[in-house]
C-alpha cells in the first residue's frame, strides 16, 4: 500500500469528485491559496447530461471567480423565458435580461459539459491537481489527519476531506453509522423524460426553427410540464418532460435511452403543434426518476474532517431550479470557513460544523422548493378552467426559485461566520486577519459587504479592529447561530455514540 501526503505549509484540502460541487470547491479553496487536490474515478470530466440552469445566486459567486463570463459566453439563454398553456398560449413572459440589474448577475443556462470544462480549465490554472482514474475506495475519519484509500491501495492524506460525489455518493455509505439504517429511496411518483440534440433538424424545420432563439420556454399542462432550452448559441436544444409516472418505469442511469415516442405519446393533439414538432426531432431520451428527496441528517462525519457538500448531502428535486446554484454556495461557503478558521488544520473542525451550521436553513429552504413549484405549474391549468374559484395570476408561474437570487454566500458567510463559529465552539477566538485574507482572496472588499440592521450590536474590540463582521453579540444572527449549533450539537453527540 503506497501512501502520499499532500505535504505543504499551506491547508492541505482533498476533493472527491469532480462534478460541479467539487469543481468549485477546488476553484474556491485554490483562490484561499489552499493546496487542492481532486480526485475522480472516472477518465475525465463527465460528457453526460443536458441543460443546467444556475441561478443568479451562483451566477454572482461564478462571475466573481472569473468564470461567469466564460460560461455566460457559452451559455444560451438570452432575453426571456415564456410560459405557455399546453396549447402554446403565452401566458407570462419573464425578462432575464432585467436580472443583472435586479438580483446582481444573469441566469446562466447551457451545456453541463461546456459549463463543467470552464469549471475545469479555471482550477487548474490556479494549480488545482485533478487526478482522473483515482476512485476512492475508503475514508479514514481521523481527527487528526483524514485520509483516503484510493483502489489502487494507494493512501492520500491532508487536512480536510471534502466529499462532493454526487447524488449516488458511495462516501455517504461509507462514513455512515453502523447501526443508521439507510435512507431508502422514496419515488415521488413522478418522472422526466429529457434529452439533448444538435440543431441542425430543428433549424432546417420552419414549424419550430424558433425554438433555438435562446428563450426558455415552459408549457403547463394537467400535472405536468414541458420545458425547452436551447444551448451553445442556437446549435443545441434539450427538453424535460416533468409527468406523474404511477408505472414507475423510470431508472437513474444517464445511459438509460429509451425512443422519443415513450414521451410524445403522452402529448396528444390538444398540445402546442410546434412543441410537438421539435420533440419529435430528437431520437431518444432518458426517462429519469425523481425521488422525494430526504435531506441527510450527518453532513460531517464524526471525527470532523472530512464534510459533505452539493448532491452528495442535499440532492434536489429538478423543480427546485437550485441543485447546481446551491452546490457553488456549499463551495463558496466551506472554502471561507476553512479560512476564517485560520486556514490551519486545528480549526478544521470548527471551520466545517460553522458551514453547516450557515448552510443547512439555506439548502432546506431550497429543497422544500421543489415539490412546491411541481406542485404550482402542474396545478395550474386545472385551476385556470375550474369553475368554482378564481383563476390563478399569470405571475404565479414565476420560478419560486427567483426569490433565492439576490443572496450572496460569501457575504453572507463574512458576516455570520463569528457568531456561528462561536456558538459551535465558545473557545473558538478568531483573529481579524484571518477575515482580512479571506475577503481579500475572495476578491471581495469588506467595506462593501452589507451589514445587518442597525440596533443591538456589540462593540468591537479594540484589537479586533473595525470590522463589525467580526462581532454580532445580541443580534438576530447570534440567535439563529445558536439555535441552529444546538440542533448540530444534538445530533452529532447521537451519531458519535452510534460510532463508539
Excluded at 218 to 226: I, S
Excluded at 253 to 265: F, L, M, Q
Excluded at 282 to 296: A, K, N, V
Aim: charge should be negative.
Amino acid at each position: 500500500m503506497a501512501f502520499s501526503s499532500l505535504a505543504s505549509n499551506r491547508l492541505r484540502v482533498i476533493i472527491v469528485g469532480t462534478g460541479f460541487a467539487g469543481l468549485a470547491a477546488a476553484i474556491a479553496c485554490a483562490r484561499q491559496n489552499f493546496a487542492v487536490t481532486v480526485l475522480e474515478r472516472s477518465s475525465g470530466l463527465s460528457p453526460h447530461g443536458d441543460s443546467i440552469l444556475f441561478g443568479s445566486n451562483a451566477s454572482k459567486l461564478l462571475h466573481r471567480w472569473d468564470v461567469g463570463a466564460d460560461m455566460y459566453k457559452r451559455g444560451a439563454s438570452r432575453g426571456k423565458w415564456i410560459f405557455k398553456t399546453q396549447q402554446g398560449e403565452d401566458i407570462w413572459v419573464e425578462d432575464l435580461d432585467e436580472f443583472p440589474a435586479i438580483y446582481g448577475a444573469p441566469i446562466l443556462q447551457g451545456k453541463r459539459a461546456s459549463f463543467l470544462g470552464s469549471l475545469g480549465v479555471e482550477a487548474r490554472l490556479l494549480g488545482v491537481q485533478i487526478r482522473y482514474e483515482s476512485e476512492v475506495v475508503k475514508y479514514w475519519d481521523s481527527a487528526e489527519e483524514p485520509a483516503v484509500v484510493l483502489a489502487s491501495g494507494e493512501v492520500v492524506s491532508g487536512d480536510v476531506v471534502i466529499v462532493a460525489d454526487g447524488v449516488h455518493s458511495p462516501a455517504r455509505h461509507l462514513l455512515a453509522s453502523r447501526d443508521r439504517p439507510a435512507v431508502p429511496k422514496r419515488p415521488s411518483g413522478y418522472s422526466i423524460h429529457r434529452a439533448v440534440m444538435t440543431s441542425g433538424a430543428i433549424a432546417s424545420d420552419a414549424t419550430c426553427a424558433d425554438f433555438l432563439d435562446g428563450t426558455i420556454r415552459t408549457w403547463v399542462g394537467d400535472d405536468c410540464h414541458v420545458c425547452t432550452y436551447p444551448m451553445e448559441h442556437g446549435n443545441a436544444l434539450a427538453f424535460t418532460f416533468t409527468h406523474r409516472d404511477e408505472q414507475r418505469e423510470a431508472s437513474l442511469d444517464w445511459r438509460n435511452k429509451k425512443p422519443i415516442a415513450e414521451a410524445t405519446e403522452q402529448l396528444d393533439a390538444s398540445w402546442d403543434p410546434a412543441l410537438r414538432a421539435v420533440l419529435a426531432h430528437f431520437p431518444s431520451t432518458l426517462h429519469w426518476q425523481i425521488l422525494d428527496e430526504t435531506p441527510e441528517t450527518e453532513w460531517i462525519s464524526a471525527g470532523g474532517k472530512i464534510g459533505f457538500i452539493g448532491d452528495a448531502v442535499h440532492a434536489m428535486m429538478p423543480t427546485s431550479l437550485q441543485g447546481g446554484s446551491q452546490s457553488i454556495e456549499d463551495a463558496a461557503t466551506i472554502a471561507l470557513c476553512l479560512a476564517m478558521a485560520g486556514s490551519d488544520p486545528a480549526g478544521v473542525r470548527v471551520a466545517l460544523e460553522t458551514y453547516e451550521s450557515l448552510r443547512r436553513p439555506r439548502v432546506q429552504q431550497a429543497q422544500s422548493l421543489g415539490k412546491q413549484q411541481q406542485d404550482l405549474w402542474h396545478s395550474f391549468a386545472s385551476r385556470a378552467s375550474s369553475s368554482t374559484s378564481s383563476p390563478p395570476r399569470p405571475s404565479s408561474l414565476r420560478p419560486l426559485s427567483f426569490a433565492l437570487y439576490a443572496h450572496d454566500a460569501e457575504h453572507f458567510a463574512l458576516v455570520n461566520f463569528p457568531a456561528y463559529a462561536q456558538a459551535n465552539d465558545p473557545d473558538f477566538v478568531m483573529q481579524r486577519r484571518w477575515v482580512v485574507e479571506a475577503a481579500r482572496n475572495a476578491g471581495i472588499d469588506l467595506a462593501q459587504v452589507p451589514r445587518p440592521p442597525a440596533g443591538g450590536h456589540g462593540s468591537t474590540s479594540e484589537s479586533d479592529g473595525p470590522l463589525e463582521v467580526l462581532r454580532e453579540r445580541g443580534n438576530g444572527s447570534e440567535r439563529a447561530a445558536e439555535s441552529t449549533a444546538k440542533v448540530l450539537r444534538t445530533r452529532r453527540s447521537t451519531l458519535l455514540r452510534r460510532r463508539s
